[in-house]
C-alpha cells in the first residue's frame, strides 16, 4: 500500500490525504492536533476556549505536514518534528486571529472568528496566548536554533501584516510591494518552518538552504494562488463570495497584473481611489474587469514558476518518494480550487 | 567609589541609579538599550517607529537591571545576560502596548501610546512585533532554557491581562482572583526573567528556584503598590491623576481590603454595581472611601510581606554586596512614590 500511495504522489498535484496515508503519518499529524490542544492549559476560560476553538478549526494543516515531510528527509526525530509542526502551526493560528481583527472579518474557515464570537480583547489577548503557546513548543524541540528560524518568520510576518499594498501609487509600482507583502504574510512561515524542520533532522547548511528555497517558493506560490481564487474561485468551493480583498480595498497581484497590461482612463480614477473614495460599484466594475483581464492567467502562470522554483529548490536531494512527496505538494498548492 | 556605593545600596530602598553605577552597571545598561534598539530593523516605518517609540521611552528598566544583577551571582556572562534583560524588557514592551490598546490609555510614561499617536492596527502588529524581536533576542541568549522561562511567562501574562477581577462577585471573594491577575500581569515576568538569569549563568536548580522566588515576590510586591499609588500617590510626581484604575472600573487590593473591614449598604450597592451601572459620581465617592480607609495601610502591608518575602528567598545565597543590591531593590519597590 505504501509503494502505491507514493506512486500516486509523485504524480503532479499530489492529494494531501494521500501523502498522510501514504507516508503513515496519520499518527504524526494526530499527534500535532493532540500536542497543540495539550498546551492549552489555561484556566482562564476566555483564554483557552477562544484557543481551543481555532486549534479545532483546524484547516489543511499544510504547514505541518511539510514539517514533517522534510524532516524525512535526513535523521527523523518524531518528538522534535511534531514539536516544530506544532509551532508553525501555532503562530500561523496567532496571526490569523489578529489579522482577522484587522480585517474584521466575521467569519474563518466556516467557523464564527474569535472578535465576533467573543470580543475584540479576547482576540487580541487570544492571538497572544497561541503565540506564547508557539514559544513553548519551540522550547519542547529543544533546539534554539528552532527559535532563530521561527523567531525571524515572526518577526517579518509582522511586516507582511502591516504593510499596505493599497497605499503605493501609481499602481504601476505596486508590484514590488506586493511581493514584499505576501513574502512576510506568508511564504516566509513556510520557508522558516522548513528550514527549521532542516535543522532538527541534522540536515547540512545547504540542504536547510534548499528547504527553505522550496518553502519561500511554495508559500508565494501558495498565496498568489490564494489570490486568484479570491477573484475566480467557485464560491461554493472556496466557502466566500469572490471579490472579498477587492471589497477591502487590497490590491493583489491580478488586479496589478490588469492594470500593467493597460486600462481605461475611468479604470485608472477607481484603482487611484481605491484607498480612498472609490465607489462600491465603481469596485464592482474593477472586480468584473480584473475577472475578465490577463492578470487572471498571467497570476496563474506567476504562481506555477514559483512552484517550479520550488521543485528545483529539491533538487540537491537524491531522488526519493519524500522529495517525490515534496514536489507534488508544491503542484497540489498550485492546482488546488480551495 | 564601588565600596562607598554599595554601602548605600545596602540601606533599605536602594536607589536604581546608586546601584547601577555601584556595578558598574552602565555599559551593559546602554547594551540593553543598544540591543534593542538593533533589533528594530524593519524597513517598515509604521512598525519599526512605534517599536523604536516604545523603547526609546524606557521606563525603569527594573526588570533588566535585576536581571544583570542576579546573573553576577554566579557565572557572569554579560552577552547573554545582555540578551536575556533585553528579552524581558521586550516582552514587558509588548504587552504594554496591547495592554494600552485594551485599555484605551492615551498616555503612557508621559508620551502619547502607539494606537493614539498611530492608529490600533499599528499598536496590535506593533506588540506583535516587540513580542517577536523578544524571542529574537531570547534565540541570541543561545540557551533554549530561557526560551523555557520566558514562554511560560508569556502564556501567564496572556492570562493575567484578561482575567477580570471586577467580573467577581461579592466583593468578598474578589481577593483570590487579584492576585491570579497580577500574578499575571506583573509577577511572573520578574520571577521567570529571574530564574533565565540564574539559568544563563550556570546557578544551581535550588538557586534558580530561589530567585524564581525572590522574583515572584517583588513583583508581587511592584503591582501593589502600584495599585496604592493609583489611590493615594501625588499626582505630580506619579504622573497621572489618582483613581483612574476605579475609574476604569478595575478593582484592586486597597479597595478589596476597604470592603472587607465593612461598608454601608449604599457602598455595597455600588461595587456590586462597579461593572455595570455605577454611575461616575458614585465611583468618586468609592475613591474617597477608599483613600480614607484601612485599605490602603493593608494594603502596604501585604506589600511588605511579599517585600520581605522576596528578601527571604535570597538567603540561600552568601552575603555579598550583590545580594544586598538585590534586598535593596526589594525595598525600592516598595518605597517608591511614582
Known amino acids: 500500500m505504501g509503494t502505491e500511495s507514493t506512486a500516486t504522489i509523485s504524480a503532479r498535484g499530489a492529494n494531501l490525504a494521500e501523502v498522510v496515508e501514504g507516508f503513515d503519518l496519520e499518527e ?5 492536533e493532540d500536542f497543540m490542544q495539550g498546551l492549552v492549559g489555561s484556566p482562564v476560560m476566555v483564554i483557552s476556549e477562544p484557543a481551543r476553538h481555532v486549534i479545532s478549526a483546524g484547516g489543511k494543516r499544510l504547514r505541518a505536514l511539510l514539517v514533517l515531510l522534510a524532516a524525512r528527509l535526513n535523521h527523523y526525530d518524531p518528538p522534535k518534528a511534531v514539536a516544530v509542526a506544532s509551532a508553525v502551526e501555532l503562530i500561523h493560528a496567532a496571526t490569523l486571529v489578529h489579522d482577522d481583527i484587522i480585517d474584521q472579518s466575521p467569519r474563518r474557515r466556516g467557523l464564527a472568528t474569535v472578535h465576533s464570537k467573543w470580543f475584540r480583547d479576547a482576540a487580541l489577548v487570544g492571538g497572544d496566548y497561541l503565540f506564547a503557546l508557539s514559544a513553548t513548543a519551540i522550547a519542547r524541540s529543544g533546539d534554539i536554533r528552532v527559535l532563530d528560524c521561527l523567531g525571524r518568520a515572526a518577526v517579518r510576518i509582522c511586516e507582511g501584516e ?7 501609487n501609481p499602481i504601476d509600482q505596486a508590484l514590488e510591494a ?35 528555497r522550496y518553502g519561500h517558493n511554495l508559500g508565494m506560490a501558495f498565496q498568489i494562488t490564494d489570490d ?36 481605461s482612463p475611468s ?42 522554483g520550488a521543485c528545483d529548490a529539491l533538487e ?16 497540489f498548492v498550485l492546482e488546488r480550487n480551495r
Chains 1, 2 share one sequence.
Request: with cysteine.
Open 178 to 212: 506586493y511581493y514584499f507583502k505576501i513574502g512576510g504574510k506568508t511564504a516566509v512561515l513556510f520557508e522558516e518552518g522548513l528550514k527549521a524542520a532542516g535543522v532538527i533532522s541534522g540536515a547540512s547548511e545547504t540542504e536547510i538552504e534548499a528547504l527553505g
Open 267 to 308: 479604470m485608472r480614477t477607481t484603482i487611484d481611489r481605491i484607498d480612498d473614495g472609490a465607489a462600491p460599484d465603481e469596485i464592482e466594475g474593477l472586480l468584473t474587469w480584473v475577472q475578465r483581464s490577463v492578470g487572471i492567467g498571467q497570476s496563474q502562470q506567476e504562481a506555477q514558476r514559483y512552484c517550479q
Open 28 to 32: 504524526e499529524m494526530t499527534q500535532v
Open 228 to 263: 486568484v481564487l479570491d477573484y475566480v474561485g467557485d464560491p461554493a468551493v472556496i466557502g466566500k463570495p469572490v471579490g472579498g480583498d477587492l471589497r477591502r480595498r487590497q490590491i493583489t497581484l491580478p488586479l496589478i497584473y490588469a492594470a500593467d497590461d493597460g486600462m
Open 162 to 168: 502591516i504593510s499596505l499594498v493599497g497605499n503605493v
Open 316 to 331: 540537491i536531494f537524491p531522488s526519493s518518494p519524500i522529495r517525490d512527496a515534496l514536489e507534488g505538494i508544491a503542484w
